[in-house]
């Protein structure tokens, strides 16, 4: 397994572009089997997780053709709508492949995803959503099998507003008999972006953004050519990394104006933002000031950008508390940056972070996608070296981050086991 190796105490300084976004290919890709013919996703990022969803997509009996950031998907040819555990375990967006294909050929049966680092990450919702549009749901042998001859239009309330839960009623009611009205929907921009997608096919959507998205069935879909969006995730990261190294990172092609909880935090600990553009420049100075985060659905703090704001937090001044109120499990990265002398303290959902005047280098695990760029950061300021081994967690949702961050003055490589 690949390590990175990090030699902490380098400002960034210089220009990263952002990469498209991951959570939103990811359901893009899934509603090209809405069509029977060829979608066009392009500014694809090139990553582990849109690698195993493409060969998920193959297993189903989809064509793919993927070339410089760009993937066709010919679904003329589809064989089976199974999507088999030893491509779901590594990858539980694998779900959302649930309601194209039970609105469009009648029947689904993907592993249940199971828990992850997280949190235990259910999909009852998904499932009571698809239930009330008339799906039979059968649970066996680690399997959900999801059928029906033809969905009906629901009214659908979720207790949580879960994204892939909402992108996944929105794909079923697409092509099913009447109206849809999902109420307390996530807001997510990924919603939005998939919204827009299914309405360039022919359907029928108004409201995604908002807590109520009304869905009219239609017919048919067609195929299309759609360019994702860039990451608000990556982009908020290394806003983070530029801030916490007290770093000059100008960020080409940021979804800024999706980062607004973000971009007050960061003021408030003292970092500059300067929008150029559709550029954003990220300005860190020092001593960073202590900040309390609260993280909450969309457009509140992402959960995703909880960790990496932790790392920034440890070297701060003063106190910070932290609470996670989406996973119940998304402290992992703690015991990792205690090992580099952050002083936290875990109680439930709250991390109390007492900011310390330096961390040191050290080896350290990465335990899930987001906590491992909670590591890179901490190692970016850490003194002396730090190993991070398990980076295949960082592959997932991170394009060539050890080029984009050593183009920029980090001391970083991979060593390849
Ligand atoms: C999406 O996951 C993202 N993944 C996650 O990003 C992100 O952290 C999460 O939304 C929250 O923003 C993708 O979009 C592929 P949820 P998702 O359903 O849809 C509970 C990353 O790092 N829930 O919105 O799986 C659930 O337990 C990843 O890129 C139910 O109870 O998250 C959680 O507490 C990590 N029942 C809350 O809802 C359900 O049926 C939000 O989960 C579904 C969810």
Request: hydrophobic share 40%.
């Amino acid at each position: 397994m690949d390590k990175i190796v990090i030699e902490g105490g380098n400002r960034l300084i210089g220009e990263i572009a952002i990469s498209g976004a991951k959570n939103s290919a990811l359901p893009l890709m899934a509603a090209a089997l809405l069509n029977d013919g060829c979608s066009t996703i392009t500014n694809i990022p090139n990553l582990k997780d849109i690698d195993t969803f493409k060969r998920l997509l193959e297993h189903l009996g989809c064509h793919i053709d993927d070339s410089n950031r760009s993937v066709k998907i010919n679904v003329s040819d589809i064989k089976t709508p199974e999507a088999p555990y030893e491509l779901v375990k590594t990858m539980r967006a694998s779900v959302l492949i649930l309601g194209p294909l039970v609105t469009h050929f009648k029947r689904a049966r993907v592993s249940l995803p199971g828990g992850c680092a997280i949190g235990a990450r259910p999909i009852n919702l998904h499932l009571m959503g698809l239930e009330r549009m008339g799906a039979k749901i059968k649970i066996e042998h680690g399997y959900v099998e999801v059928s029906a001859e033809k969905l009906k239009g629901a009214d659908i309330y979720f207790d949580v507003p879960t994204v892939t839960g909402t992108e996944n009623l929105m794909m079923a009611a697409c092509l099913a008999d009447g109206i849809t009205v999902i109420e307390n929907a996530a807001k997510e921009p990924e919603v939005l972006e998939l919204a827009t997608a299914l309405n360039k096919m022919g359907g029928c959507i108004s409201g995604a953004g908002t807590e109520k998205i009304r869905i009219e069935g239609v017919r048919k879909l067609k195929p299309i050519e759609y360019a994702v969006m860039p990451d608000r995730i990556e982009a908020g990261t290394y806003m983070i990394a530029s801030a916490a190294t007290r770093g000059n990172l100008l960020l080409k092609n940021c979804p800024i104006d999706l980062l607004e909880a973000l971009s007050i935090k960061l003021k408030e600990v003292g970092a500059e933002i300067i929008i150029e553009r559709n550029n954003t420049r990220g300005i860190g100075n020092n001593p960073t000031r202590s900040v309390d985060i609260k993280t909450s659905p969309y457009p509140g703090f992402p959960t995703d950008l909880q960790a990496q704001m932790m790392s920034m937090m440890c070297i701060s001044s003063g106190l910070s508390v932290f609470t996670e109120t989406i996973f119940e499990n998304r402290f992992m990265h703690v015991s990792e940056l205690k090992r580099m002398g952050a002083n936290i303290q875990v109680d439930g959902r709250t991390a109390i972070v007492k900011g310390m005047p330096f961390l040191s280098g050290a080896p350290v695990m990465a335990t899930d996608l987001r906590a491992s760029a909670s590591l890179l950061i901490a190692a970016l300021v850490g003194e002396g070296e730090t190993e991070i081994s398990r980076v295949y967690h960082l592959d997932r949702g991170y394009e060539s981050i050890e080029e984009k961050l050593a183009g920029v003055g980090a001391k970083i490589k991979r060593v390849r086991k």
